[in-house]
């Protein structure tokens, strides 16, 4: 059984997951894992899920686009692949904050100092309405750094790009976050 | 995924609120290190505290930057040494201090804590030449730390330790005169001394602990006033009741990042974790005070009526915070109220709202006592004696922890300055009212009987 993973973007309202669902019961596949996000205004859902002998993928997408293009949603599909794709190396969690005025080049700033360093992001929450309330100009970066890493180094380089940017940046381990507010 | 309000919140308590780790304390006995040999003892002693603890600095400092929690400061304590050096004569008992004190410069610790005896009940000759030792051996030593338990619920008081101890600070204030008395500093005087201790100067490492063991002591007074400030703030109308609950959630969060750090700590060295001790304990730093949290609560200085009261509704809910954050927590845990160390406190006994009735009278609610407490440096051994005595006599009838750390500064009378640097911060000396008028009752000796546990009026 193949696996496909389905993303699927547009202006949110309600009925969106029951459109998608209802279209990957009917096809016989079943779903694994379902994930939604708004900004704003916009919808973003991505699905995974596995796909039955009896269809394939092509004719599946076909499917759902007959569904939600009269919703105005676009919707990509492909299959999840197993070879030949980056695994994750043994890493610790930690979480990244970076508070500051807003003006371009930000999140590129900091990511692009990530990617030169392996640390992969696993969650990403960054809203910036300008002005200078740091508050409301905000990126949380939830990150896993491989424990090759030399974790000074990273640390003083996102310092670093955290001045160049006029950024307030701290680096904490997550454990400290959970201990704090988890019973 | 944590939420963007958990991220935030936690930030604030680290950058703005002196969120830290105080202290990571690492006990290690020595009692097998005894020998009738004070050389050999001293040998063995310092080899093993070199060997136990090369690590612990580096480590914690590791940890710190890993969690992004600062570690304050990283300390020892010892085996009472009185126990294991038992037998050593006097002069050899300097000895053994100075040579803590080179051991704990050698790990890179500030304090080492154990110079101490447990007298509650009687006198060994190692705690009569380890309390003959003490004044020598804290102006000698920079990091050594003294304490001696004279008084317990289970034994009562034992009045001639306590005039001995009245002694004792005198002349320890004496032989540190050019430094207002500092070595009284680096020394408490106990009633119930809990085994684990974390903190200094009380810190030692009870006969009934692990080979070693790491406890550590978490701080946070700034944490505890912030969130106050700001629940009443977004709503005025908060009761006490609910202001109870509030300080509670700060101390369980404090307390879960303390044992997080100290297991972390504890297994990177090897050695088994003990307890976290959640004590409210200020520096001299603004924004680091327990006195404020009194004005967070609507009081116009700690002093005031209303105070006892107060601390009484912080200590309560520090400790039941604490105790659903972890299971083991130890030591002191609840509210210090040291006078020089804490800003406001030091500030308040200037102002005169602050006396040592008062503070007498808080330390029956307190986690601790008459702590860092400068005295007009004519007060009689007997003063110092009675009013260690009334302190002994709270702890033990209310069965819990007191202890005096008092400091006859010499040559300075009261509303003077004492200057005692760095953590011990400066204190204005305060006024003790009939001196010289307890000497008699001190010198009738023997020992309180231990109070009844029924009839409880």
């Known amino acids: 059984m193949k696996k496909i993973i389905i993303s699927v973007l547009g202006h949110d309202r309600p009925g969106i997951i029951a459109a998608v669902s209802e279209v990957l019961f009917r096809n016989g596949c079943n779903i694994e894992d379902v994930s939604q996000s708004i900004l704003q205004t916009e919808f973003a859902g991505v699905f995974i899920a596995s796909l039955p002998d009896t269809i394939e993928a092509g004719e599946l997408s076909g499917r759902l686009r007959e569904k939600l293009d009269p919703m105005r949603l676009s919707v990509l599909l492909s299959e999840v692949e197993s070879a030949g794709v980056w695994e994750a190396p043994l890493s610790e969690p930690f979480v990244i904050t970076a508070m500051g005025p807003d003006r371009p080049g930000l999140v590129a700033g900091i990511t692009e100092l990530l990617a030169r360093f392996g640390v992969n992001i696993s969650n990403l929450k960054a809203v910036f309405r300008g002005g200078d309330n740091p508050l409301e100009n905000t990126m949380i970066y939830e990150v896993d750094i491989p424990l090759a890493v030399d974790q000074n180094l990273f640390r003083e380089a996102l310092y670093e790009r955290g001045r160049e940017l006029g950024l307030d940046v701290s680096l904490q381990h997550r454990e400290i976050f959970e201990a704090i507010h988890r019973v | 995924m944590l939420t963007h309000l958990e991220v935030l919140s936690t930030l604030e308590m680290l950058k703005n609120e002196h969120l830290d780790v105080r202290t990571v304390t690492l006990g290690i006995s020595l009692l097998d290190c005894a020998s009738d040999e004070p050389a050999r003892f001293i040998d063995r002693m310092s080899s093993k505290i070199g060997a136990v603890a090369r690590n612990l600095v580096k480590v914690c400092d590791r940890v710190a930057v890993r969690y992004g929690i600062p570690i304050v400061n990283k300390r020892i304590a010892v085996s009472p040494v009185a126990v294991a050096a038992c037998s050593c004569a006097p002069d050899r008992m300097v000895e053994v201090a100075r040579a803590m004190d080179r051991a704990a410069k050698g790990v890179g610790v500030d304090f080492i804590g154990g110079f101490s005896a447990l007298v509650e009940k009687g006198f060994t000759r190692g705690d009569h030449a380890l309390i003959e030792a003490i004044p020598e051996a804290l102006a000698a030593t920079e990091s050594v730390c003294s304490s001696v338990n004279v008084a317990s619920t289970r034994a009562g008081i034992n009045m001639d330790a306590v005039y001995l101890m009245g002694k004792t600070i005198k002349r320890a204030a004496e032989l540190t005169r050019e430094r207002n008395g500092i070595a009284c500093a680096k020394l408490c005087v106990f009633a119930n001394i809990p085994e684990d201790v974390p903190f200094m100067a009380g810190a030692f490492l009870g006969v009934g602990e692990p080979d070693s063991v790491i406890n550590v002591g978490v701080s946070g007074p700034g944490v505890v006033k912030k969130a106050l400030d700001r629940a009443r703030q977004a709503n005025p109308r908060l009761d006490l009741g609910q202001i109870s609950e509030i300080i509670k959630h700060t ?37 680091d005070s327990v006195g404020e949290i009194f004005q967070s609560l609507g009081l116009g200085s700690i002093g005031v009526p209303g105070t006892t009261a107060a601390l009484a509704l912080i200590n309560d809910a520090v400790k039941k915070g604490g105790a659903f954050a972890s299971s083991y927590v130890g030591g002191l845990s609840g509210a210090f109220i040291p006078v020089s160390e804490d800003l406001n406190i030091a500030e308040s006994a200037r102002q005169g709202f602050l006396s040592i009735e008062k ?99």
């Open chain 2, 251 to 287: 101390a369980f969060k404090v307390t879960k990042v303390g044992e997080l750090i100290g297991r972390r700590v504890a297994d990177d060295l090897g050695v088994p974790f003990g307890v976290v001790d959640l004590s409210l304990a200020p520096t001299p730093n603004v924004g």
């Open chain 2, 359 to 457: 503070l007498e009278a808080m330390t029956s609610v307190c986690s601790v006592g008459l702590d860092m407490i400068a005295l007009a440096g004519d007060t009689s051994a007997e003063t110092l004696a009675a009013i260690i005595a009334d302190e002994m006599a709270i702890g033990v009838i209310n069965k819990k922890t007191t202890a005096a750390r008092l400091i006859p500064v010499p040559g300075k009378k009261a509303g003077d300055k004492a200057h005692f640097g760095g953590l011990l911060g400066e204190a204005t000396i305060i006024p003790v009212s009939g001196t010289d008028r307890s000497g008699e009752f001190i010198s009738l000796g023997g020992r309180i009987p231990a109070p009844t546990q029924s009839l409880t009026n």
